[in-house]
């Protein structure tokens, strides 16, 4: 099943995925370092989140109209962010460029992790931190958000074997409510992953 029309999806006046941060990143975002990478990150919720507790940011996506809502987003709440409009299938960040790299939802087929996972351990820091929270392979057939093709969905096994040279500092597979506007929305099994590059 191919993924949705982002610009489509983010043309509506209302946020897809709501302005609120996502919480798993909230509940561990003291951890990041300066600056931080978002990728994927549509219409800005995270990254202006982020922005607003102090970090510089610099969001990623290949939806020009979702980052355009991003940047007013991050303008209404009086702050700063850098937007990128890029296709993660070529996206190369700079190596040794950034202390945190943040991945919420962003699901990408085995072809793409191969390739721009190593990316991100090489662009990241010395003690820099990887925060990321994707829907579990188990999440198919829920309804309640979330791709239905197994190759774009994670396991434990998946992030093992992709994000090589990070200290995993946590990795489950959990169940939890998602309440992230009209297409995250209900009970949902998630991949959750932090991890750290060694100083």
Known sequence: MSLPD????????????GTEPNSFLKQHADLLLDPVLS????EGRNAVYLASQGWQVHAVDNSSVGLAKAAKLAADRNVVI?????????????PNAYGGVVSI???LSSSIRARLYPLLVQTMKPGGILILEAYAENQRGRGTGGPSDPDLLLTCGKV????????????????REVLEGKFHTGMASVIQYIGKKSS
């Open 6 to 17: 982002w610009n489509a999806r983010y043309s509506a006046s209302e946020f897809a995925y």
């Open 39 to 42: 990728i994927a990150e549509g």
């Open 82 to 94: 850098t937007t990128e409009v890029a296709d993660l299938q070529t996206f190369a960040p700079e």
């Open 105 to 107: 939802y962003a699901h």
């Open 160 to 175: 093992e074997r992709d994000l090589i040279g990070l200290e995993t500092m946590l990795l489950q597979e959990t169940e």
